[in-house]
């Protein structure tokens, strides 16, 4: 709706006044976003026993990546996986293990010659890394009603 001004005298020309229309409510501030943390990609391990290289070195502290899916495709076309479905894990491993130790480079012949006790515990440890939030369950005691978390068995090495 618009409004006139009241009609001029000679003497004094009065302004006209604004249109008045209804402003939007402002929006609602945002809440206090959390930080966001960023993606965490790779994570340090210490093996139970350690890799023994060549020259009789013991190598414990590594770090390993998250798999992508190309990390868990490309060994499917590895002659030796093709034999052997066993050796999913070994290769599985040697290409997301990104460092063991002061060895320069971490591949499937280093992982084919740790120890079971080294590779059952790689095999854990790449579940839980790259299963984050998948492999646990909020359960409940139904004798004392605690609640607490149960860690699910999962499926072999590279089958996720």
């Known amino acids: 709706m618009r409004r006139t001004a009241p009609r001029a005298t000679a003497a004094a020309v009065a302004e006209p006044e604004p249109e008045q229309t209804v402003a939007p409510a402002p929006a609602p ?9 960023p993606l965490r990609t790779e994570f340090e391990f210490e093996l139970p026993r350690g890799y023994v290289d060549d020259s009789g070195t013991v190598h414990r502290h590594g770090v390993m990546r998250l798999a992508t899916a190309r990390d868990e495709l490309v060994p499917l076309r590895d002659m030796r996986v093709q034999e052997n479905p066993a050796y999913l894990s070994v290769v599985l491993l040697g290409r997301v293990i990104t460092r063991l130790g002061t060895l320069p480079l971490v591949h499937d012949g280093v992982v084919e010659n740790m120890f079971a006790s080294d590779l059952a515990f790689l095999q854990d440890f790449y579940r839980q890394v790259n299963a984050e939030g998948h492999t646990r369950a ?16 999962g499926s072999r090495l590279g089958e996720s």
């Not at 909020?138 to 699910?152: D, G, I, K």
């Open 138 to 153: 909020a359960v409940t005691c139904p004798h004392c009603e605690e609640p607490f978390e149960v860690e699910l068995g």
């Open 29 to 37: 501030a945002p809440a206090a976003a959390a930080p966001v943390q």
